[in-house]
Structure formats: C-alpha cells, structure tokens
C-alpha cells in the first residue's frame, strides 16, 4: 500500500493546509489501510473521491481501480493531481457539481463516492448527495465523530435528531472506523470517524421538503412534548389521523415521520384542472 511518504505528489511544494477549506491531510499509513479496506475498491469500478488533498487515500484507490474521478476546490492541490495520468480532476467546489451529469459523463449507471469531507461544511455536502441518491451505489466518508453520531443515532437517544431522520429515509448507514486526531496533519480538535452510506431499496416516496420542514419543526425544541411544536403545526394542516404527540421528538422512529407524512399527502385536495 502506498502511505503519504510514498505518494507520487511528494516532490511537489509542501502545501500549507488552509483552514477556509478546512483541511486536515490523512497521514495515519495504518488508518488508509482500514480505509480502503472497507470501501473494498474493485477493477473498473466508477469511483468519485472528494477532496483528495494530498492523495494518501487517492493513491491506494487508483491503485485497485484503474482510474479515479476527484473533485478539488483548492487550486494549487488540484494542478498537482493532474500531473497523475490516471486520475480526472473536476476542480469545483462539490456543493456546485451535479452528480446525475456527471455520472451520465462517465457513461455509469451508479458512482461510488468517497472522501474525507471538510469538517465545516460535511452537512451541507451530505445533503447536496442527497439529491443525486438515484445514481449512487454507495459512499464512504471520513466526518467528525459527532456528525457520524448523529447520522447513525437510533431513537431515543440524546444524538438522534434531524440529520438522523433525513439520512435514514433514504440510506443505510453503519459507523465503520474510528479515527484519531493524530492520524491527521495538521491534527483537528475533534475526533474522526467512517460512516458507510448505501441507498434503500425500499425507499419511502416522499416530498423531501416538506419532510425537512415536519422533521425541523419536530425537533426545534426537543425537550418539549411534540404537542408544542409538531403538534401545532399538524393543526395548521387540519390534520385529523392519529399520530401521538404526547412524546418528545427523539423518541418517535424515522418510520413514523414517514408514514404522518404519507397521511399528509393523501390528505391534501385533488388539484382543480382547468
């Protein structure tokens, strides 16, 4: 396997980490094993990193798939990665890069998709994924533990929440590997982790706004029974099914915030046609 001290980009100008792009380089050669060893990269495979930096995971991926697609914001980083002949570089910040185009790009049914994401807007990116589920197999993400916490809380617990519920409509998630401050250069404040994310099957079919906005309401004031907060808004909505609202946001499973917002559909009045 190559670690960061075999890396092709080694020869080039040491590159000073910038903290608007909230970059921490992976340098741990025992923590990229484990890495790759979970994403289980396979020959042909059409695989999208993002944010490579300095290629500590990006080497030992190409190395197994052929070919990598990366996407880079920084500059000087970006230069740098095209000078490996087998990687495509989309420099762009990823919240901009629509996914469907580019796996159309890449003749590809499904992407997988992988990086250690910018701890400062890991949310925002998670979500932006979100929209472009239909065209991906799976991904594998390095997030600060407590996103991953969060992303993976059952019901009932102090870190189930908002993100919880939004990603666990659509994904299947597992905390895959814990990883240190000290595997990173320069090292963050906070510890790390890998979250494997692969797409439901049996996807419940609902509007994921108005899912963002129940769920946001829900949660809002969540040491208050729902009765408050989601409970008001249900009324707005002259909601008249059965749901409890005698219980706090955490406690109520993802399943159940589904099926109120599948009553709400069926509830609203046909459309006039003119």
Known sequence: ???????????????????????????????????????????????????PGQAALTQPLVERL????????????????????????????????DFAQLAKALSATKLRVVGNLPYN????????????????????????????????????TSDYGRLSVMLQWRYAMQDVLFVPPQSFEPPPRVNSAVVRMQPRADVAQVDVRLLGELVQVAFSQRRKLLR??????????????????????????????????????EKKPEQVRL
């Open 1 to 51: 396997m190559t670690t960061r001290s075999e890396s092709p980009f080694l020869n080039a100008p040491k590159h000073i980490p910038r903290k608007r792009f909230g970059q921490h380089f992976l340098a741990d050669g025992g923590i990229v094993d484990a890495i790759v060893a979970a994403i289980e990269p396979r020959p042909g495979q059409v695989m999208v990193e993002i944010g």
């Open 66 to 97: 052929g070919r990598l697609n990366v996407i880079e914001l920084d500059r000087d980083l970006a230069r740098e990665l095209r000078s490996h002949p087998q990687l495509d570089v989309i420099e762009s910040d990823v919240l901009k890069v």
């Open 121 to 156: 807007i890991s949310t925002p990116i998670l979500f932006h994924l979100l929209q472009y589920v239909g065209v991906i197999e799976d991904q594998h993400f390095m997030l600060q533990k407590e996103v991953v916490d969060r992303m993976v809380a059952r019901p009932a």
């Open 228 to 265: 408050h907060t989601l409970g008001r808004w249900l009324e707005a909505r002259a909601f008249s099914g059965a749901f409890d609202v005698q219980r706090r946001a955490e406690e109520v499973p993802v399943d159940e915030y589904l099926a109120l917002l599948q009553s709400l559909d």
